[in-house]
């Protein structure tokens, strides 16, 4: 149960100490005159139960969080600072005769606000920024980076090896017997294969496996499966199982699981390929301020998730966002529709430009589609004599008869002097949106935009340098969307400050 805020009560002696030892342009002070944290207050007040035990100041806990993403403290570190930091104390309302609450506590909060609570106390303190007039919605930048997963990468025996024990000790409590059964064999199994190689040690276990997950998968759920913990965990453990078995089955299979401690983390390139997620960020051009942030498993689609930060944004606040400046990886057609399309409000989006050559040859951009799309006409007349449909590529493939490209006066413009074949045209559904995208960036409006999108690098190198961004504190995805989210909100407060302080005029 959530009580009324109370302010904090010092005692004069308190109040005379503060003011002798804590600088008035302290940013702890800054905060506390510039930041209405009640309002933060508020937009979690709908995630504490209505009745029970009371609980703590949540401004309390929101303010441990800000001075541990601020100044990179583990939880541990930030309650000892908060023993003997003078502007810790008073930022936090805490006398020097008061005690702090246990550092589980804030564990506790972490995990009742989860990342959606925190996520709307990033969109509130925005909010402020916005009433201030610091945000305009005149042009939003995006990019993303990567963020390194808190896991040791198994090899292929210990990942198994992982996965079977989590497994059974997830089943203990439902069939203990059983799984004892399950443990003497898994030491049969070690020793009789120790002088094998290591692809028969591997197969021995993978079997072993699979002979586990089918008796645990006929396990019967308890009365209350929906709240019981330990039933979740067993349906953890058992999806996690699959997912290891069809990476085996499928070594090429996409998205395999990296580690079963943190079985959100995946693979990714980002200039080298790595272990971990993406986090993906939006921020404002004038201000500079985060306006949006997502965290996603590394292999996930960037361009897809720019539609997720523009919806983020929009249902937060109810603005409408009018140019929007994308790095490469906004050369994907359907986002692309989707963003200038009413629905999104139309947003002009900006993105650089394709590479169109083709060798010196004719590009597809060359070949004009007839009307009703079933053919394409190249640049010397001649008609395509094939269609063929890629619905999963949203693409078509149009292809020229062998004797009417060797025929051709403009053969040498069209295709390789070794090329037997006819020419293949290829023609996506987007085309459209890319040629209008090419024209764009020919524009004095594309190369203004384009200026002012390095202000994303550099709030990012801050949210990854400055904040602890790029190895992740904890594990899940839900865990390492908090951690992101925090340190997005105190980059922006910190903004804010920079910014008030200085009549920031936009």
Not at 27 to 44: G, H, Q
Not at 292 to 307: H, K
Not at 356 to 377: E, R, W
Not at 414 to 437: F, I, M, P, W
Request: aromatic share 6%.
């Amino acid at each position: 149960m959530l009580l009324p805020f109370q302010e904090p009560i010092l005692s004069r002696q308190d109040e005379l100490i503060f003011d002798a030892l804590v600088r008035f342009d302290h940013w702890t002070r800054r905060a506390d005159k510039t930041i209405d944290f009640l309002a933060l207050r508020e937009s979690i007040e709908p995630l504490f139960m209505r009745s029970g035990r009371p609980a703590l100041e949540p401004v309390l806990f929101l303010k441990m969080e800000f001075l541990m993403f601020h100044d990179g403290l583990s939880d541990s570190q930030l309650f000892q600072r908060c023993e003997t930091d003078i502007a810790y104390r008073r930022f936090l309302g805490l006398g020097l005769s008061q005690t702090l609450p246990d550092v589980s506590t804030l564990r506790k909060f972490r995990g009742r606000i989860g990342a959606d609570g925190h996520r709307q106390i990033f969109h509130a303190l925005l909010e402020q920024a916005r009433g201030l007039g610091l945000v305009k919605d005149r042009l939003r930048i995006k990019d993303a980076t990567h963020v390194l997963a808190n896991i040791a990468i198994p090899a292929g025996l210990q990942l198994v090896a992982q996965t079977r024990n989590k497994l059974l000790l997830a089943a203990e409590r439902f069939d203990a017997e059983q799984v004892a059964g399950e443990r003497v064999r898994t030491e049969t199994i070690r020793t009789s294969t120790d002088d094998c190689g290591n692809e028969a040690r591997l197969v021995a276990r993978v079997e072993h496996l699979r002979d586990i997950l089918a008796w645990v998968e006929e396990l019967k759920p308890l009365p209350n499966a929906e709240t019981s913990c330990a039933w979740q965990a067993l349906q953890e453990a058992i999806e996690i199982a699959r997912k290891v078995l069809q990476g085996h089955d499928d070594p090429k299979m996409p998205k395999k699981i990296r580690s079963t401690v943190d079985p959100d983390a995946r693979r990714g390139k980002h200039g080298e390929f790595f272990d971990g997620y993406f986090v993906d960020a939006m921020i404002d051009a004038d201000s500079e301020l985060f306006t949006s942030i997502n965290v996603y498993p590394a292999g996930e689609s960037e361009s897809a998730d720019t539609l997720v930060l523009v919806e983020q944004e929009r249902s937060a606040h109810g603005n409408q966002i009018e140019k929007l400046s994308i790095d490469g990886a906004g050369q994907d057609g359907a986002m692309i529709r989707e963003l200038e399309s009413p629905a999104y409000g139309s947003i002009e989006v900006f993105v650089p430009p394709r590479k169109l050559t083709n060798g010196g040859k004719f590009t597809a951009d060359d070949f004009a589609l007839s009307a009703d799309g079933s053919s394409v006409t190249c640049p010397a007349g001649h008609q395509s004599s094939t269609k063929q449909d890629l619905p999963d590529r949203h693409t078509n493939s149009f292809k020229f008869i062998d004797s009417t490209c060797r025929t051709c006066p403009l053969r040498p413009q069209c295709v390789k002097e070794s090329q037997k074949n006819g020419r293949t045209v290829k023609k996506t559904d987007y085309d459209a949106e890319h040629k209008r995208l090419h024209e764009r960036a020919q524009t004095d409006a594309y190369r203004e935009v384009k200026k002012e999108h390095p202000k994303i690098e550099r709030r990012l190198g801050e949210l990854i340098n400055r904040h602890g961004g790029r190895h992740a504190r904890y594990r899940g995805l839900e865990r390492v969307s908090i951690q992101q989210i925090l340190g997005a909100t105190v980059a922006n407060l910190m903004r804010m400050l920079r910014l008030t302080e200085c009549n920031f005029v936009i």
